[in-house]
């Protein structure tokens, strides 16, 4: 699978999440399609096929996402 740049990812999510903010669902046909448009790039871009876990995959894969292992099993 293509992967994204995570710029480019970093775009999407800043983007999507503006929209949500200002409830482009209920906005105009341009701004709703705009919505529609950034979420299914970023369905696309990371692979899935639901916002919920694009988001939380588009968020995985930015720099920095996993600094830190949190896990409770030793290797």
Do not use: W
């Not at 999407?12 to 709703?32: H, I, K, P, S």
């Not at 919505?35 to 899935?48: E, M, P």
């Not at 919920?52 to 030793?74: E, I, M, Q, W």
Request: hydrophobic share 45%; glycine share 4%.
């Amino acid at each position: 699978m293509l992967m994204a740049h995570p710029v480019v990812l970093r775009d999407l999510l800043a983007e999507y999440e503006v929209l949500v903010t200002l409830n482009a669902a209920d906005g105009d046909e341009m701004t709703r399609q705009r919505l529609d448009d950034v979420t299914y790039t970023l369905c696309v871009s990371t692979g899935t096929k639901d916002i919920d876990a694009a988001v939380v995959a588009a968020r995985h894969r930015l720099p920095g996402a996993r600094t830190f292992d949190d896990s409770v099993l030793t290797a």
